[in-house]
């Protein structure tokens, strides 16, 4: 069955310093998410994006944040300058063809700011 | 935005018993998703049921979206159904996630 997958599982970075999580989603889907847990908290929704720009985003996707589809395959999500409340794991999703549809998720990016 | 609530939050019970999880949502919805977070923190997708019935082995879920609620059941629980269950309408822009209902399972 396909999946989306992420890289890395884990990722350690100073303050202020950038940060690129990778996703490869289910290669024939159109739709695709961030989501980030902050630790013992619920899942929050990012961005969505589509036909190569942003759809959707919450106020917690503000300038910092930034995704791109640099390739056939790849959906990045960048942090420019991380803060220790960037700390959390950060999800991928996709959908076939509409944000209506079942979401698929990563297994998730732990990223830890120190 | 669609405001969500899961009840119970904490839920311990001996295995092999069964259980019912409730998800109330504000507004009306067009997709429904239930989730799984192992202890791990992976989000297993359980269900996609923006209306009706639907069963997969020992679980199956319920949403009436006229009266905005949506109900998980567990039957003969398992210790590996331990861990934290989400409700997750569309309510636009993405999913939103209830703050879960914690379940352990005894052995």
């Known amino acids: 069955e396909p999946e989306v997958t992420q890289t890395p599982s884990h990722q350690v970075t100073q303050m202020g310093q950038e940060v690129i999580l990778r996703c490869v989603p289910i290669?024939?889907?159109?739709?695709f998410y961030w989501y980030r847990q902050i630790l013992g908290q619920k899942v929050e929704f990012l961005v969505s994006?589509?036909?190569?720009?942003?759809?959707?985003k919450s106020e917690i996707f503000d300038d910092q944040f930034s995704v791109e589809r640099p390739d056939g395959s790849n959906f990045t999500l960048k942090i420019r300058s991380t803060k220790l409340e960037d700390s959390a794991m950060y999800f991928c999703?996709?959908?076939?063809?509409?944000?209506?549809?079942?979401?698929?998720f990563g297994p998730g990016t732990r990223l830890l700011v120190l | 935005g669609i405001q969500v609530e899961q009840s119970p939050p904490d839920l311990i019970l001996q295995e092999g018993a069964n259980s019912t999880l409730r998800c109330n949502f504000s507004?009306?919805?067009?997709?429904l998703q239930w989730f799984h977070q192992n202890p791990w923190g992976q989000l297993i997708n359980l269900f996609y049921?923006?209306?009706g019935t639907k069963q997969n082995g020992r679980l199956s879920a319920t949403t009436v979206a006229t009266e905005r609620y949506s109900l998980l059941y567990i039957s003969s629980s398992q210790t590996t159904d331990s861990g934290v269950y989400f409700c997750?309408?569309?309510?636009?822009?993405?999913?939103?996630f209830g703050k879960g209902t914690h379940l352990i399972i005894q052995p």
């Open positions: 997750a309408p569309y309510g636009g822009g993405g999913l939103t």
């Open positions: 507004d009306s919805v067009n997709n």
């Open positions: 994006f589509y036909n190569n720009e942003i759809s959707e």
């Open positions: 999703a996709s959908s076939l063809w509409d944000r209506q549809e079942t979401q698929y």
């Open positions: 049921i923006p209306s």
């Open positions: 290669s024939n889907h159109l739709y």
